[in-house]
């Protein structure tokens, strides 16, 4: 530590009259968090600021989620469960992943670690400065009350959305609520925490998480029915119920009144379950009557996520000629077919013809199909699955004719009859249900996975799939290192234990 300290110190004094301290490697929590300038701590200093960081968060920040919290995402959720195999059999990364054979060296897990960190200190650009520009601001227009407090609050869900991302893959997590201030010879000791911070207990983190969404709850914005790229009170509610559907914070009743105040708000099920990812000739459906939160995209200003998992059907040829990630498992659609539940399997899935068949024959192969277009939206967060979070919920607290209910209305929306008497016999006949459900309703919309953690379901299917012995056995499937309680959860990248020595690796790497 003595040696780090000195290092830090000779640095600090070489950049007194810098404009930028830039001391640390691009793996580093804070690269980029701290601008220093000779007479003040901050760059941002009037309404204008706090404008345009609000602004840059929905048109960069949120939409840099392509990679790391998209394509990333759902080899995390789809892949280490039983919805889709990994996909390229030439990209080692999601290979191992699936597999259950990640080490600290895997170059995804260190990007996404990284990735989450960078924009939780993006969030916090607007969280610490906001209130004292509010104050101190002298410029001719200065912020409203309204803004000041709607603005910290989507910067606020921002920061929680991505520290609940960390909790789930890494469990503890550095926490760091403060931009730094500038390193001198004389507070170096008292800052260092801050620029090579430890990391907060799984707890802790959820801890600042549902403090994050509990003010965000009463000043995010209201719905907009024509932008649900907002990060509006709905969001913040629904995460708040994902939140405490968790083991840490487990609290099913909370659960229920966070799912209820979205249902609230004036969202409903389309008709059609297609129609959630639908288009036409000109354009791709987006900020429908059922979606709370989405990334939006228009033919002109696409995402170039679509290519990862089939074509763009507004240029098929464009970018097909390499194998795609997160493809389709036959578990999954033999789930579909057990169900005669064609309407979510063709929104779900598609059959196309390509050049490879590492999976299926290519004459007829199966691709993820919930991103059909470069103008389609990724929807996050939507009511179907805030009624099967509600119908969970409900299980949990033993009301089980209540939960049927919620699940019926999806059933129903798919074109299916409603649950049979034997699946409401039970607490655990009825959670059965309720996942089943929830694979089918929310395939490749990443939380299978997760799904199945929190009722300690996980390690039973992922062991199933590559054990030759089980019903559930496909030879499909990477053959898997047995999950366990620690591999559960994401290594530390090598590189940050490298940088920081106050972070320990998780047990199990």
């Given at each position: ?27 580093s ?36 989620l ?6 990333d ?6 892949c ?9 059999l ?7 992943i ?24 993006n ?11 509010a ?22 869900c ?35 925490p801050?620029?090579?911070p ?29 932008n ?33 105040a ?93 050049e ?44 089980l ?14 074109g ?19 996942m089943h459900?929830?694979r ?24 199933a799939?590559?054990d ?10 990477q ?6 309680d ?22 199990g790497?």
């Amino acid at each position: 530590m003595k040696k780090i300290i000195n290092i830090i110190a000779i640095a600090a004094l070489s950049i007194l009259t810098a404009c930028d301290l830039d001391l640390f490697p691009e793996t580093s929590y804070n690269e980029g968090n701290v601008k220093v300038d000779e007479k003040t701590e901050s760059q941002y200093s009037t309404r204008a600021d706090m404008l345009g960081l609000r602004n840059t968060m929905y048109d960069s920040w949120v939409k840099d989620l392509q990679e790391k919290g998209i394509s990333d995402w759902l080899v995390y959720s789809e892949c280490r469960a039983d919805n889709a195999y990994s996909g390229s059999l030439t990209t080692g990364e999601v290979v191992s992943i699936e597999a259950n054979q990640q080490d600290a060296e895997n170059k995804n897990v260190v990007r996404d670690w990284d990735w989450y960190l960078q924009e939780v200190s993006n969030a916090n650009q607007i969280i610490c400065n906001i209130d004292s520009i509010a104050v101190n601001d002298t410029s001719a227009v200065k912020m409203t009350e309204a803004e000041h407090h709607q603005w910290k609050a989507e910067a606020l869900c921002w920061r929680a959305f991505n520290l609940f991302r960390m909790a789930r893959l890494w469990g503890a997590a550095p926490v760091v609520t403060v931009i730094p201030p500038s390193i001198t010879a004389e507070n170096i000791e008292k800052v260092y925490p801050d620029y090579f911070p430890a990391r907060t207990s799984e707890s802790g983190v959820y801890d600042q998480i549902i403090e994050d969404l509990d003010y965000a709850c009463q000043y995010a914005p209201d719905v907009d029915k024509s932008n649900k790229m907002l990060f509006s009170k709905a969001f913040a509610h629904g995460l708040l119920a994902e939140v405490y559907a968790e083991k840490d914070h487990q609290d099913w009743n909370k659960v229920i009144d966070n799912c209820k105040a979205v249902e609230a708000m004036g969202f409903s099920l389309l008709p059609r379950y297609g129609d959630l990812w639908g288009y036409n000739d000109t354009d791709a459906n987006r900020n429908t009557a059922e979606s709370i939160f989405e990334i939006t995209w228009t033919r002109s200003n696409g995402n170039w996520l679509y290519m990862m998992f089939h074509r763009n059907a507004y240029n098929p040829s464009d970018s097909f000629t390499w194998a795609k990630w997160i493809t389709p498992s036959r578990s999954l659609t033999e789930a579909y077919e057990a169900e005669g539940d064609t309407a979510r399997m063709n929104a779900s899935i598609v059959f196309d013809q390509c050049e490879w068949s590492s999976y299926y024959p290519s004459n007829n192969y199966a691709f993820m199909h919930k991103l059909p277009t470069n103008a389609s939206s990724w929807i996050i967060m939507r009511l179907g699955e805030i009624y099967l979070l509600h119908a969970e919920a409900l299980v949990m607290t033993n009301d089980l004719s209540g939960a049927a209910k919620y699940v019926d209305k999806i059933r129903e929306r798919a074109g299916l009859g409603d649950l049979k008497s034997a699946q409401l016999a039970s607490q655990s006949t009825m959670l059965e249900a309720v996942m089943h459900e929830r694979r089918l309703e929310l395939a490749f919309e990443g939380f299978r996975f997760f799904d199945l953690v929190r009722h300690d379901m996980a390690k039973s299917v992922h062991d199933a799939m590559s054990d030759p012995s089980s019903s559930d056995y496909d030879s499909y499937w990477q053959t898997r290192s047995p999950l366990t309680d620690d591999t559960i959860l994401m290594p530390v990248p090598q590189t940050v234990l490298d940088d920081n020595p106050n972070i320990e690796q998780n047990p199990g790497y």
